[in-house]
Structure formats: C-alpha cells, structure tokens
C-alpha cells in the first residue's frame, strides 16, 4: 500500500468567535487547508467531519452533509465522526484509513467546535455527556470532577506534588505566545496557576484546558493523486491508530494510566515503525495538567510515575529529551473538543514543515500527536515523518 | 402479648442541619428568649418526606429482622409529599424491596397521618388480610417566613413494621381509640403553598379537645389509668401544650419528658408523636405500658396503648438510636435555612 | 432537553438506581456496579445479578465548584468513587457533610436522595447516595 500524504493544513485561531456560526468555522478551515494544498476542492472525494457535541449546542446534527453543501461540493463521501473530545483524532483515523484502503484519493478530516454558543453550565452537562450518562452523569459529576479524581490518584500513588504536575500549564502558555492562532497568548506563573480558583478540588482553572471556538482541517491524499495535481507533500502520515478502554473510571483497576493511550500508541508505533525514542516532537492531550503527565508516562517518553520530572526538568522544551505541546497545547493553544484532534495533527505537522516560528524544533523528522476522548474511553495516536 | 398486633420493627430518622428558634426571632424583630422552641430540624437539600421515609422503613426494617418482600402494606402518612399527585408509598417501597404483591397507599390527616397509617396496618395485618405491614409518619413541614409556624415546623420520620401478636416483638398493639371531629384549626387549600391556621383556635377546641377525648376513651373503655402507664407520648407542636394537656390528663412528667422531643428537634407534623414514641422504644424496658395519642388539625386524635415485649432487647441495638440522629447536627444560619427549604428565588 | 425530561428512561433504571444492583464476574470475581453482561475487567459473559452492600468507603472525592446545569442549585458538592464493602465502586454524590471534612477512606454509608428533577413540574429521579456513617448500631 502507498503513503498517505499530508497535502495540506488549515486552521481557524482558536476562541470566541461571537460573529462565525459552526458551519463558518468548519468551512474557513476547510477552505484553507484546500488553499495551503494548493488543491481545487472539486478534488475532494471524502470528508469526515470530528465533531462533539453540536447536536446539543447548536442542535445541529448531520454536518457531514452541512458542510459539503456550504463547501459547494455536494455530492461527496461526507460525515460526522463523534468520539467526544478525541472526535478530531477519529476523524484523522477515518480519513486515514479511507487513504490508506485506496477507497478514496483525496480526504478532508475536519474538527469543528463551537462552544461559546452556550452557558457555562450547559457546556458542563454537555461535556459530561463524554462519560456515562446514565450513572456518571447521574450522580452529578463534572468532567472536570472526573480528572480531579485522577488527580487525586496520581498524587497517591506517585507522591507526586501538585506544584511540579501543574508546570505542564505554565509551559504550555509560554510557547502559546508564539503561535498565532492560540487562545491564550501570555505567559502564566506558576503562582497564579495554583491561585486560580479550584473547579474541582485539586484542579485549579489554569489547569483546565479553556473552552472556546475553532476548526482545523487537513487534506490527505494517495500517491497517486499527489502525482496527478502535481503536489510534492513534504509529509506523510505515518500512522494512525485508535483504540478504546472502559469507559467509566470506576470500572478501572487503576486511575493513573490511560490503558487506550498504550493500546492506540502501541499500535501507532508499529505501523509507522518507530519507538518512543524517534519521535522528535509531540503533541499531547493536556485537558488538564495531571494528564499531561500521565500521557508523557503511557506513551512511552517517561517511567510510569516520573512524567512530572520531565516537565520539571525542561525536558519537554526544544532542545530536550521530548519536545511537547510547542505550539501551547490544549491548555493554551485552546482545547474546543471535537477539533482538537485535528489542531493537534495540524501543530505537529507545522513542526514537520518548518513552520513552527519561534516554536520551532529545529530538524523535527517524526511527530506524534495523541487525542483523548472522554476520561481515556478512546485515544487516537497519529505519527507524521518528512517524506524522505 | 394479648393484642391486636405486634410492632416487630421501629425506627426513626432526623435530618442533620438545625435552626435555633433565636436566629428566626432575631430576623423578624422578635425576642429571642420566648420562642416555643429551643431549636428545629430542617431537611437538607436533596431530601424531602419520602426520602426521611425511606430511612425510617430501612432501621425499622433492620430490626424487623424479615425480608423487604414479606410485607405486603405501605402506607405513608405525611402533609408535605413531595407529589400532590403521586404516591410516595411506591417508590419507598420499590426501593426497599417490597414491590409488587403490596397494598400501598398514602394518607394524609395533617400531624395525625403517622399514627393513622400505623393503625390501619394494624387493622389489615389483625384482619388477616397481610402478613406485615409498614406505617411510616413523615414530614418535611413549611411554615410561611415570617409566621408562628415558622418557629415549629420541622423535619422528620418514623417507621413500624407490624405483625400479628407475638412475644419476640418491640411491642404488642392492646388497644386504640380515635376521636374525630369537623374542626378547621389548620389547613391548606389545593395549589396553596403554605398553610394557615387559626392562631389561638388551634389550642382549646381542637388540640386539647380531641386528645382528651381520644385518650379518655381508651381509657375508659379499657378501665386503664395514667398510672399504668411507664411513658406517655402526646403530639408535640411545642413543648408548652403536650405538657399541659399530660397535666389535666394526670400523668406526671417523668411519664412525659422521654417522648417530649419538641423542644430540640421542632414539630415534625405526622412524624412527631411516632418519633417521641421511638425514643420511648429506645429506653424502654420488657412489660412497660406506653399511651401515645397523636393530633392532627381537622381534627381528629388516636390514643394508641402499648405494652413493649421482650424482644425489645435483642431488635432495639440493630439500627440506629434516636440519639445518634440527635446528636448529628449542623446549626445553619436564616440565610442558609432558607435556601435549603428553597425560598430563595433563582 | 428532551433526554434528560425522559420519564420511561428514570423508570427503566429505577431499581438499579434505588438499590444498587450490580454484577459479579464468575470468571475473575470482579463485583462492578451497574449490572451488565459482560466483565468489565475480563469480558466474561459469565455474570450474575447482584445487590451491592449499601456501606464503604470513600476511595476518592472532589467537590464539584462548576456544576452541570441540572445540579447547579448543590454547588458546591462532593462526588466521589465509593468502594463497598465486597470491593465494587460506585460513583456518587456525597451528602450530609461537608467538602473539608471528607477524607479518602472516610466510611459512608448508602441513602436514598434525590438527584435529579425534570424540572419543578416534572417527575424527580431518586438514587443512592453516600454519607458518613450514622453511629450507634445499623449493622446490616
């Protein structure tokens, strides 16, 4: 089987995007993912749309029609691909597997989240809708509640201190400052993460991911049609993998690692024939600081408990052992749920294309981005590698 | 333990948050140090009659010792379900285990429910119509802000299982009799949400009036005196009138003071004179004789008369005393109070 | 919110929600809560129907400070992952304390409460929550 090319990228900043509807930011990102490929969108055969909860946010379901029909080009393979927050990495595995099976030639993943459409507390049963209603839900827990008990476990079990797993927050905004399409573009101090008021005792706001408003898109393609328009992708997607854990952490034996980041990464790993140790710069899903830590254990980039010390000791810049999250990760780049996947696929292919401004790894060969729905329920793990 | 029917299980439950009767003074001007109570329960936010009422029927169950399916009434006597128009008796039911081959129903005669549910158990259990039955009295009572009731209204439940007579039960059931009347002392009209009352009329022609005649005639018709019995438990409003009515009835207070909880715990409407009586069920002892008489406004009382069997001493440890429901308090302030009866509009 | 005003939905999982009924994995031995047909842990179909013990202890909690609509008026409350006595885990809601005075091991106890309500004229949904142990006796 050929590659699968990564022809093109595009993205919306990441916020409050009070004047752009849900089909605007999908069909902006769209567009400039089609542009940045240099690719007429009549190309398009596929398009499998990430998204999380617009059914109850805007009360709009079947985008993957909405958005061929605002694209102009109705008539396409086209659907809603939903696997809560990690919705945008399903999206790049369908796409990914659409390439890759020889069904189709020429694939727009798209992520799109519009949150800011609705309450806080809306948002808040929205989001909890990524565990189990009927008995999480139920009981009244938040998202964040659901983190907070990892949280709480990881500290137990590791002894780790809440000072060190919240640094993921002040890294993540230091490199945000440089990437133009991020929510929050400022340095944070360690002091004001901690003093930021608690949302679900240990977690404090800045540790949480923000919500807010956005869309990315990536165009894939055969070899073939690569050759047909004439593109020389310069990036290929090495892997893409997926897979599942129970989907409630009060079925789990153990709170402190994400079984489906192990299965999704293991899997991604030898499809793309690399280890842990290749791997030049990933993206991570830090929705809240303590899984930062825990994703830089279950990936293989850290022993299991000291994924803090990584961070600690500065060995997620650039420069260090694994570079993480350079363009400000969930927590600052901004984390609207069912496109983050695919912003993170986008951030790791910039470092890929050398794209990545002041953020920059400089001779960045693989890339690894991994995209978490729910409380771990489904990981997606996607590698890139410069096409040599 | 000749009788009509045995009690083989009791329990009670109190919520845990209080309000001393001086912070309501304080906020309405008044002075603290006459109030009719000492202080109240009020129910916590998540709670409401039928949740009090499933954790009375749980403890009286536990000492009951007997499977859930086994019994096969429920009726709940409250004034404060949380349904106009849906029992409660069936989810308490469902969610003790009692369902489906159940007779169950709810009733309501104001503060005299609890009583009038334990004796229309009685009545179908001595009948031979079913094996057990369960008789709860519960309420999360609500006085207007601002009223007399105010002071009183409180929160609580009680629970019995009955049985025919036997001698390994909490109590054997010798003799009841009920005195009613047509007497608007206290009412609330359909889609009202608080009640009214007639102010010094509740005291003479009704209060005192029926339980006189409910317990007079017990004890006429069964040649008992105030002296045969150990405890005597009245309805309890307040302290001031179930301790004047115990007077001009001749009974002492000794008799009295174990079932008088009013003064710390509030009136807790069709749980109030079954909670005294569960207090008296934690003290007592094999062979001693208990006159309960509750009130209701509308009017109506039932004097109920009791003599506790020696399986008191084995059932009584299985589930919580009274007391630990007492001593579990948290004193909340007028503002808190009122948002956990929910008076503050969102 | 046409799933959260749902009445044959609260109705199905009544007993569930009311008792705490669970299963127990012949297989692994695994007890989980709720019941299902397959383990959990080892994807046995080998499961039977039980009712889990309504005592144990808190294994973790927070105090949720941003609650979903449907619970906004609690703010702020405790849920936590119970572990009961035969080693299930439920999760639940914490009532009758106070967030600074719960801790990881604390003994609770199960209790019927309210937990949602279909709004102020629709039907209320009861279940099982935990608080700390009331003394003197109640052994089950």
């Known amino acids: 089987m050929g590659k699968v090319l990564l022809a093109g990228v595009g993205a919306t900043p990441i916020g409050e995007h009070w004047e752009k509807s849900l089909r605007d930011l999908m069909v902006d990102a769209s567009l400039n993912a089609l542009r940045d490929a240099g690719v007429e969108k009549k190309n398009v055969d596929a398009i499998f749309v990430g998204n999380m909860s617009s059914g109850y946010l805007q009360g709009q379901e079947h985008l993957g029609s909405l958005l061929a029909t605002w694209l102009g080009i109705p008539g396409v393979a086209a659907h809603k691909v939903e696997a809560a927050c990690a919705s945008g990495g399903a999206a790049v595995h369908d796409a990914f597997m659409a390439v890759k099976s020889g069904l189709y030639d020429c694939v727009l993943a798209v992520g799109v989240e519009k949150m800011t459409d609705a309450s806080t507390d809306q948002l808040t049963s929205a989001l909890i809708m990524a565990d189990d209603q009927e008995y999480t839900a139920f009981a009244g827990f938040s998202f964040v509640a659901l983190n907070a008990l990892v949280y709480r476990a990881y500290m137990d079990k590791y002894g780790a201190k809440q000072e060190d797993i919240a640094l993921f927050a002040v890294h993540d905004h230091e490199h945000a400052v440089h990437n133009p399409l991020a929510q929050y573009r400022r340095a944070v101090t360690l002091d004001a993460v901690l003093s930021s008021p608690l949302v679900a005792d240990p977690l404090h706001l800045l540790e949480c991911a923000p919500t807010g408003d956005g869309a990315a898109a990536l165009l894939l393609c055969s070899e073939e049609k690569a050759k047909e328009l004439g593109l020389k992708p310069e990036v290929e997607v090495a892997a893409s993998a997926l897979a599942t854990d129970v989907l409630s952490l009060h079925d789990r034996d153990d709170l402190t690692t994400l079984n489906a980041t192990l299965r999704a990464a293991e899997r991604a790993y030898k499809i793309a024939r690399v280890e842990p140790k290749n791997v030049d710069v990933a993206e991570v899903h830090d929705a809240f600081t303590v899984l930062g830590v825990i994703h830089l254990e279950d990936l293989g980039f850290a022993k299991k408990g000291e994924g803090w010390k990584l961070v600690k000791e500065g060995e997620i810049e650039a420069g260090g052992k694994i570079p993480v999250n350079m363009m400000g990760g969930l927590k600052a780049r901004g984390h609207p749920v069912g496109a983050t996947g695919v912003y993170e696929v986008y951030d790791a292919a910039l470092q890929l294309l050398g794209r990545a401004g002041k953020n920059q790894v400089e001779g960045a060969e693989v890339a690894l981005a991994q995209n978490v729905g729910g409380v771990g329920g489904t990981v997606a793990v996607t590698i890139l590698r410069r096409v040599r | 333990m000749n009788g009509i029917a045995s009690i083989i299980g009791y329990g009670a439950y109190l919520p845990r948050y209080r309000i001393k009767a001086a912070e309501i003074a304080r906020v309405y001007g008044r002075n603290p140090s006459s109030t009719p109570i000492k202080e109240k329960t009020v129910p916590g936010l998540d709670e409401d009659s039928l949740t009090h009422a499933y954790e009375a029927a749980l403890n009286a169950l536990r000492r009951a010792e007997i499977d859930p399916s086994e019994i096969e009434v429920v009726f709940v006597g409250s004034e404060s379900p949380p349904y106009a128009v849906k029992p409660s008796a069936t989810i308490i039911a469902e969610a003790l285990g009692i369902t489906p081959k159940l007779y169950a129903v709810d009733m309501e005669f104001a503060c005299r429910a609890g009583t009038t549910a334990l004796l229309s158990a009685v009545g179908l259990v001595h009948a031979g119509l079913a094996r057990y039955g369960l008789a709860i009295g519960t309420d999360t009572a609500q006085g207007r802000p601002g009223d007399a009731l105010e002071y009183t209204a409180a929160a609580g439940a009680a629970a019995f299982i009955v049985s025919k007579p036997r001698s390994d039960a909490v109590a054997t059931i010798e003799a009841a009799y009920s005195y009613v009347t047509d007497t608007p002392d206290f009412w609330r009209r359909e889609g009202q949400r608080f009640p009214r009352h007639g102010a010094r009329f509740t005291g003479e022609p009704a209060y005192f009036a029926h339980i006189i005649g409910a317990a007079k005639g017990l004890m006429e018709e069964t040649g008992l005196k105030p002296s045969d019995f150990r405890y005597v438990v009245f309805h309890q409003p307040n302290v001031k009138f179930p301790t004047r009515v115990a007077k001009r009835l001749g009974f002492t207070k000794e008799q009295l003071e174990r079932g008088l909880l009013s003064g710390i715990i509030g009136n807790t409407y069709a749980a109030a004179s079954p909670i005294g009586l569960v207090n008296v069920l934690d003290a007592a002892e094999p062979g001693d004789r208990i006159l309960i008489v509750s009130f209701g406004s509308g009017a109506g009382s039932d004097a109920i008369s009791l003599v506790v069997e020696d399986g008191i001493t084995e059932r009584r440890p299985k589930a919580p005393l009274l007391s630990s429901y007492i001593e579990r308090s948290k004193e909340i302030d007028y503002a808190l109070y009122l948002r956990f009866r929910g008076f503050i509009c969102r | ?140």
Do not use: H
């Open chain 3, 1 to 140: 919110m046409s799933y959260m005003n749902s009445v044959p939905r609260a109705w199905r999982e009544r007993v569930t929600k009311y008792r705490l009924i669970g299963g127990r994995c012949k297989k692994c031995g695994k007890v989980f809560y709720p019941y299902r047909g397959s383990c959990p842990r080892c994807g046995s179909d080998d499961v039977e129907r039980i009712e889990l013990p309504k005592r144990g202890r808190v294994k973790y909690f927070t105090v949720v400070r941003s609650a979903p609509a449907e619970f906004k008026r609690y703010e702020p409350y405790v849920v936590a992952l119970v572990e009961l006595e035969n080693g299930a885990i439920v999760p639940a809601q914490l009532t009758d304390v106070d967030a600074d005075e719960v801790y990881e091991g604390m003994e609770v106890e199960g209790v019927l409460r309210r937990y949602r309500e279909q709004g102020e004229d629709g039907i209320i949904e009861y279940g099982v929550k935990f608080r700390p142990v009331v003394g003197g006796g109640g052994e089950q």
